[in-house]
């Protein structure tokens, strides 16, 4: 007995929807976004080993007072957990790296998969903001490499979220969420925009001495 043609796109349609391929380009920035963060990581851990080795070595992303890669390396919120920040950024970042391979070679990776990397994302930028607030308000300088953790992390959260959510918003197409999902980058933009203000006023009395 032939199955109906309408009963078999019945069965087709949960699994497409679940495992279907991410947009290119979003595929193209988590791999991008992934290999910058994962240098960024791995320069900060070349750089804290030399300073384990040697006290007195002065990192390459020293370039003033205020961005100094030094300054907060020495500092307990440099290893939260024990041990340097930039291991946690190793792993991570490989993950991501991995996935973006997959997404650009147009492998269609369970939705599933997408909504926990979303998930882990979620978590980094949270870590995020707290490193901010302490650079900001506790340790008093800004390092470079983790500026360039910061902003890759983010995007990476707003572009594996939009795929993690983007077939269900598709299906309700309407609703603050998907309000927000189409303007995820001016929403993005507004956000880096609030960081930059911040440094800039916490800061002031330095950044007007070089005016």
Known sequence: MTTPVSAQTD?????SRSEAPAPAPS???VLIAGVIGLAASA???????????????VPSCNFNPILSCGSVMVTPQASLLGFP???????????VVVTG??????????????????????????????????SLYRIGALCPYCMVVWAATITLLVV?????????LQRRGHGVAWA??????????????????????????????LL
Request: hydrophobic share 60%.
């Open 11 to 15: 069965d087709l349609t949960p699994q």
């Open 27 to 29: 595929a193209w920035w």
């Open 43 to 57: 320069a900060l851990t070349v750089e804290k080993i030399d300073l384990l080795l040697n006290p007195a070595y």
């Open 85 to 95: 920040n930039p291991l946690l950024g190793l792993v991570a970042f490989t993950v």
């Open 101 to 134: 391979l997959l997404a650009v070679t147009k492998l269609a990776l369970p939705q599933w998969y997408w909504t926990g990397l979303a998930i882990g994302l979620l978590i980094g930028a949270a870590f995020v903001h707290w490193l901010i607030y302490q």
């Open 160 to 168: 594996v979220a939009s795929i993690a959510c983007r077939p269900a």
């Open 180 to 209: 927000l999902y189409e303007w995820r980058w001016s929403v993005t933009a507004l956000w880096f925009t609030a960081v930059f203000l911040l440094i800039m006023a916490r800061f002031w009395d330095y950044w007007s001495t």
